[in-house]
């Protein structure tokens, strides 16, 4: 889960209450892992770089992205992206 370049995370789906909005989902140990709050800007990066907004919600060891935002990083469901 974390190397020398950030935290790796699977990335899952996010509920369709939140498309296109940018927002990350994140377990709380990786919000106070990468000391940042919810609302902080993070970067995801796949095979390209891009931006969401953190927020803490899940117990689990993925990362929720919406479809939109998962272009952007160049990743799929199921996929490690690492968040620097």
Do not use: C
Not at 75 to 83: K, S
């Amino acid at each position: 889960m974390t190397d020398s370049k950030g935290v790796k995370l699977t990335v899952e789906g996010l509920s369709n209450e939140y498309p296109g909005r940018n927002i990350a989902i994140l377990p709380w140990r990786v919000i106070d892992r990468l000391n940042v709050s919810g609302g902080d800007v993070i970067e995801i990066e796949g095979l390209n770089k891009t931006y969401a907004i953190a927020n803490p919600g899940q117990r689990t060891s993925f990362i929720h992205i919406d479809g939109e935002t998962r272009r952007a990083a160049g990743v799929g469901i199921g996929e490690a992206p690492t968040i620097p």
